[in-house]
Structures are given as structure tokens and as C-alpha cells.
């Protein structure tokens, strides 16, 4: 019974609608999905327990609390937006098929902000720590995305007439997409697929940090704009996967912090305050003197770990 919970508590699930538990609604898939895979894949390598668990606990904390971020900060503010926008729009299955189209533009645009903006990099940082590539990396997501403003990217959507929580299940449905694209399970598919959608073997390109696949391949649920803007790289080679400079911790809050701090440090250092202010917005690599940030546009300084020589 709602009047059993603790009245916080109580307020914040009386906020909430289901589609905003989307992601919590799958996770029993979501879990299923990995218990599989990790079967499959016994003995070969492809899952380390002891990273697949950081995984699932960012993963377990970032879906509550961003919840929690959604119901008391997002949807006030798109629904402020959406008190300024140009037209009212019903959706239709065909209106929603447009709306997805314009949520996975707008993806695309966050998606390469996260990797080519220090602020934005901060958050999404998390998300590439793993250095291995199986479903549970897909869990890895940092809790601190809503106060870095990645849903400040959605609110045209708003602008132009949709519904707040339309345009948040639209999302949603992405995110889940995403999830099974979390593989080295699945090889390259037709060609034809390959061409429109982001698939297992374009997302495994852009966790690498093989030098030719860093900043590569932004694509959610398509690779359209990729092709369009000039991102896209095909696997080719074998990913490496993890962070140039990779931070070894086991620690939820601090692999959630850690380069926050690092900028934060470099922002520290003296110099004109114009320069100091450049590591908001310079690309992760952008440094005056010492780098401390983890996106260095260089090779690994170790040695590549074997692969498998049959899957590139």
C-alpha cells in the first residue's frame, strides 16, 4: 500500500507513471539476456566476474536514481518547455515512429557531445571503463548523467510539440535497444542492416580505443547519421576495448567521480582564468600542461590482450 511507504517515498513513486520504469521493467530480461551469454561464452575470456559485478551495480544504482532525477528535476523542466512550444502534437503509432526518428537524431548530437566536451565526458566516461564487451557493459551508466544535462538534448522534441513523457519513452526504448548491441556474441549482420542500424559490430568499434575507433559511431538505435556526419567506421580490427588511460578501481562513487575530479584538478591549475575555463567545454584529450583526463587521442601505453583472431 502506497500509504505504508515512507511519505518521501510515497511522493516520489505518486510522480511516476510506467513508462518511466521502462528500464526497471526489463531488467529481469536484461539479466536473463546475460546469464546466457555469460554460459555461452565459459572459459573464453569474454567476462571477468569482478568487472561484470561493477557493472551491475552502476547499472543498479543509475536506473533508480535517474528515476528520481526524472520525476524532481528532467520533467519539470520539459514541462516548462512544453508550456512554450510551437504546436500540441497527438501521437500516432506513425507520429511516434517520427518522434523515435528525431529522439535518435537527437541521441546521435548527445551521444558525440559526451565524447568531444569535457563537461558532457564526464559522465559518459563511465560507461566506456569496462575493457571487457559483453551485455553487462551496457549496465555500466553514470548516475550523475541528469545533473551533467544529457536530457537538455531532448527538449526540442518538446519545443516542437510532443509530449515530455512521450519523448522519455522514446528514449527509453532506445536505451533498451542499445542494451543487445552490448555483444561480441553476434558477428556482422546483412549488409543491409549494417548499413541502416547500429549493430553489435559498430558498437564494438566504438568501444575500442584502438586509435581508428575512438570517437566513432555515436548511432543509438541507427548508423544513418554516422554516415551522414561523417563518424562512421566499420570494424575492421580487432577493439581493444576500455579507456586509453584506464582508471583500475572497483569503486561504484569513484569510477562514477573520477574524471569530474580530473578536471576539476586541471581547471585548478594556474594559468589565465579563460584557459581554465577551456576544460568545460575543450575535448577530453585538450590539456595545458599534465594530462589527467582518460580520452587521450593516442594508442593504449600497454600492450593490446589477446582476441579472438575468428571475430574482428
Known amino acids: 500500500m502506497m500509504t505504508d511507504l515512507p511519505p518521501l517515498l510515497a511522493s ?3 510522480r511516476t507513471e510506467p513508462g518511466d520504469w521502462l528500464l526497471v521493467a526489463l531488467s529481469p530480461l536484461f539479466l536473463m539476456v546475460v546469464a546466457l551469454e555469460a554460459w555461452r561464452w565459459r572459459g573464453h575470456g569474454r ?18 536514481v535517474d528515476v528520481a532525477f ?9 514541462n516548462w518547455v512544453a508550456q512554450h512550444r510551437l504546436t500540441h502534437i497527438e501521437v500516432t ?26 563537461w558532457f565526458w564526464c559522465a559518459h566516461v563511465v ?12 549496465m555500466r551508466q553514470s548516475w550523475l548523467y541528469p545533473v551533467a544535462g544529457n536530457w537538455l538534448f531532448y527538449l526540442p522534441m518538446v ?3 510532443f509530449e515530455p513523457r512521450w519523448v522519455l519513452l522514446a528514449l527509453s526504448c532506445n536505451l533498451a535497444y ?12 546483412h549488409p543491409v542492416i549494417e548499413y541502416v542500424f547500429n549493430t553489435p559490430s559498430h558498437h564494438r568499434a566504438h568501444h575500442g580505443r584502438n586509435p581508428r575507433y575512438i570517437d566513432r559511431n555515436y548511432g543509438g538505435t541507427l548508423i544513418v547519421f554516422d554516415r551522414l556526419f561523417g563518424t562512421f567506421v566499420e570494424e575492421t580490427e580487432a577493439p581493444d576495448y576500455g579507456l586509453v588511460r584506464q582508471v583500475h578501481s572497483h569503486n561504484p562513487v569513484w569510477l562514477t567521480v573520477h574524471e569530474w575530479v580530473a578536471m576539476v584538478r586541471d581547471m585548478l591549475q594556474p594559468g589565465p582564468l579563460a ?3 577551456k576544460h568545460l567545454w575543450a575535448p577530453p584529450e585538450w590539456e595545458r600542461s599534465q594530462p589527467s583526463g582518460d580520452n587521450r587521442a593516442h594508442a593504449p601505453e600497454c600492450p593490446s590482450r589477446p582476441h579472438d583472431p575468428a571475430r574482428p
Open 12 to 14: 516520489w513513486l505518486s
Open 159 to 161: 519545443w516542437i510539440g
Open 93 to 118: 503509432p506513425l507520429r511516434f515512429a517520427l518522434l523515435y526518428l528525431g529522439v535518435e537524431f537527437c541521441y546521435y548530437w548527445f551521444h558525440r557531445a559526451s565524447h568531444r566536451i569535457r
Open 70 to 78: 526524472v520525476v524532481f528535476m528532467v520533467l519539470p523542466a520539459m
Open 178 to 189: 542499445q542494451f543487445f548491441i552490448h555483444t561480441q556474441w553476434v558477428g556482422k549482420l
Open 275 to 277: 584557459a581554465r575555463l
Open 127 to 138: 560507461h566506456h571503463g569496462s575493457e571487457h564487451m559483453n551485455f553487462t557493459t551496457a
Open 47 to 64: 567476462y571477468d566476474w569482478r568487472d561484470s559485478l561493477d557493472s551491475l551495480n552502476l547499472g543498479g544504482i543509475y536506473t533508480l
